[in-house]
C-alpha cells in the first residue's frame, strides 16, 4: 500500500489558506486526499511521497505530449526574457493564428482567450450577437465550463432531470442565479428526433446549439452515425449557429479535432487544453461572417492574458510535433491507445468483470455494466459508480492515475513499454477486486 504522509500533511496544511484546500473543485476526487504533486515527466507523475504513477489523466486531457515536453519547455524558456504581457499584439499571435486556419475546419478567423470557459462565453455571445436571438441549446452530461451561462444540467440527478422528449435545465450550482436558466434549452444528446422537436418547440429563439462532439465528459461517448451531419441541417433549417465545443477533443482526438475526425463542420468551434501542451491557451475559431461581430457590431472580448507571448510559444512548438510527419504522432497514438483499450477488455474478460471498454484510442472510459454501450448522459449516469471507484482505488495502489470516473486520456509519452507496464498493474487491480 502506497504512503501518502507527506500528501496528506500538505493538504491539511493548504486547507488553513486556501479554500477547501484546492483551486479547483474537481480536484478533490482523489483518495485518501486529493495528492500533491512534485513534478511531472513524460507519462508519469512523481508526488510528495516518492511515489510514481503513470499517468492518465495528464491534466484532464491538455498534456497530449506527456508532461514537460523538452521541445516545448525550451521554446517557452527561450521566449521568457521577451516579456510576457503589452497590452498589445506581437508577431507569434498572427503566426498562430496563420497555422490554425489551414489546420481547422471551417476556422477563416480565430480569436485567443485563456481558459475553455472563457472561451465557451464568447461563442455563445457572438452566437446571440449574429443571430438577435437569445437561448442557447445544450445537451445533457455536457460540459462547457463552470460559469453561470453554461454549468447546466452536466449531472443532474434522475429526480431532477425530467423526462427525457423535454429535460428540466437543472442549475449545476448554489449561487446561478435562477433566470439564468430561461436562456438555456436543454435536450437528449445523440438522438436527431429529439433534437428536431426541441428546436421546432423553440422555433425562431434558438441562437445556437452547442455540444461536445464526442460526449467526454458525459463518458467518451461519441456520436452516432449520421448524428453531426444531422445536428448540423437542422442548425442550417432553424437558423440557429451549430457550436463544437472541442476543448478536449480539440488537437486530441485528431490534429483537427473532431470535426476532421467525423468530417463535419460546425459555424463555431472552442480549442483548448491540448493546443498548447499544458500552457494556458483557448480560442474560438469559425466563420469569419459570425467572427466579424466582434468588430462590425461591438459584440464584447476582452483579457489581459489573451496572446500571451509563452503560450504563444508553447503552441507553436507543440504544432511542430503534433504536425510532424503527416501526423504521424496520432497514427502511433492511435495504435498504442486500442492495445490499451483492447487488453483492459481482455483483462476484464479474463477476471469475469462486467466492465467496458468504450470511446476513441485518444480518450476513453472503462463503465462498470452488464448492459449495451451508453448512448447518452442517462445511459452512462446508471452504470455502476461504487465499482469504477473500486477500480480506481486498486489502479492508484499498483501505480496508475485514471479519473475516478474512469475517464482515461493518452499521450505521445505512452510508449509501448507504458502500456505493457500499466496492463500489468491493471491485471493485478482486478485480480483484487475480483477477490473481493
Known sequence: MPSYAKSIALYERSRKHMAGGVSSNVRYASVPVPLFFARGEGARLHDVDGNVHIDYVLGNGPAILGHAPKPVIDAVAASLAEGQVFAAQHPREGELAERLTRLLPGAEVVRFATSGTEAVLMAMRL?????????????????????????????????????????????????????????????????????????????GEIAGVIMEPVMVNGGAIPPAPGYLEGVRDLCRQHGALFICDEVITGFRVALGGAQAKYGVTADLAIYAKAVAAGFPLALVAGRREVMDTLVDKGVMHGGTYNGNVQSMAAALAALDLLEADDGAVYRDMEARGRELMDGLAALAAKHRLAMLVHGLPAIFQTFFTKGTAPRNYRESAATDRDAMLAFHAALQEEGVRVQQGGRWFLSTAHDKGVIAETLAAADRAMAKMAHH
Open 127 to 203: 452566437a446571440r450577437g449574429f443571430t438577435g436571438r437569445t437561448k442557447i441549446l445544450k445537451f445533457e452530461g455536457h460540459y462547457h465550463g463552470w460559469s453561470d451561462q453554461a454549468f447546466i444540467s452536466t449531472k443532474p440527478s434522475a429526480n431532477e432531470a425530467g423526462p427525457i422528449e423535454a429535460p428540466v435545465a437543472v442549475a449545476g450550482s448554489p449561487g446561478m442565479p435562477p433566470s439564468v436558466l430561461d436562456d438555456v434549452v436543454v435536450c437528449s444528446w445523440n438522438d436527431l428526433d429529439l433534437l428536431a422537436e426541441a428546436l421546432q418547440r423553440h422555433r
